[in-house]
T-cell receptor, first 109, second 112 residues
Framework: KNEVEQSPQNLTAQEGEFITINCSYS?????LHWLQQHPGGGIVSLFM???GKKKHGRLIATINIQEKHSSLHITASHPRDSAVYICAVGGGATNKLIFGTGTLLAVQP | NAGVTQTPKFRILKIGQSMTLQCAQDMNHNYMYWYRQDPGMGLKLIYY???????DKGEVPNGYNVSRSTTEDFPLRLELAAPSQTSVYFCASTDSTNTEAFFGQGTRLTVV
């Protein structure tokens, strides 16, 4: 079983829909990252969470430390949101990042 | 601009050849990582470093070596390239508090 599980693996939405991507982890962490990777592109950091909730534009990320679960929400989705969204957790003595396998999001106009 | 610089962007190697992927960051981050990403798969940790002079193996270290002689640089060495090493490689760095993760642009490596 992977230490970081994401769902769904693939998601197709219509423009304007509200989108939720989930991440569950089984290890103790000090931080959880949500990352975005466009096709053929690099990886950019969207959020780092250690507790609670963060909002940036149309993106909202929440984390429940007790339940070891985080969600990434996209409101009023747009085709330019189409990308792979990756959850990564960090912590422990080495602070190394452990990645989920990603969620491929396609937003259709 | 501050960030992670990774070179080259593309490379084709013949089986048995060797090469070094370069990674440098200018943010004085202690933690640096090398990952590979295979098609349809998540990022797998190859090697990581928690500071200059300290390196350790990740999930998939076989066929690779690293060194960390300075805080800034974390090169990844491929010895005797094999087709199984065809992948996209990413270098990343974080500070000690894991506030934000920075990634290089990636290296698309093909071994033929």
């Amino acid at each position: 079983k992977n230490e970081v599980e994401q769902s769904p693996q693939n998601l197709t939405a219509q423009e304007g829909e509200f989108i939720t991507i989930n991440c569950s982890y089984s290890v103790g962490i000090s931080a959880l990252h949500w990352l975005q990777q466009h096709p053929g592109g690099g990886i950019v950091s969207l959020f780092m969470l250690s507790s609670g909730k963060k909002k940036h534009g149309r993106l909202i990320a929440t984390i429940n430390i007790q339940e070891k679960h985080s969600s990434l929400h996209i409101t009023a989705s747009h085709p330019r949101d189409s990308a792979v969204y990756i959850c990564a957790v960090g912590g422990g003595a080495t602070n190394k990042l452990i990645f989920g396998t990603g969620t491929l999001l396609a937003v259709q106009p | 601009n501050a960030g992670v610089t990774q070179t080259p962007k593309f490379r084709i190697l013949k089986i048995g050849q060797s090469m070094t992927l370069q990674c440098a960051q200018d943010m004085n981050h202690n933690y640096m990582y090398w990952y590979r990403q295979d098609p349809g798969m998540g990022l797998k940790l190859i090697y990581y470093s928690v500071g200059a002079g300290i390196t350790d193996k990740g999930e998939v270290p076989n066929g690779y070596n690293v060194s960390r002689s300075t805080t800034e640089d974390f090169p990844l060495r491929l010895e005797l390239a094999a087709p199984s090493q065809t992948s996209v490689y990413f270098c990343a760095s974080t500070d000690s508090t894991n506030t934000e993760a920075f990634f290089g642009q990636g290296t698309r490596l093909t071994v033929v």
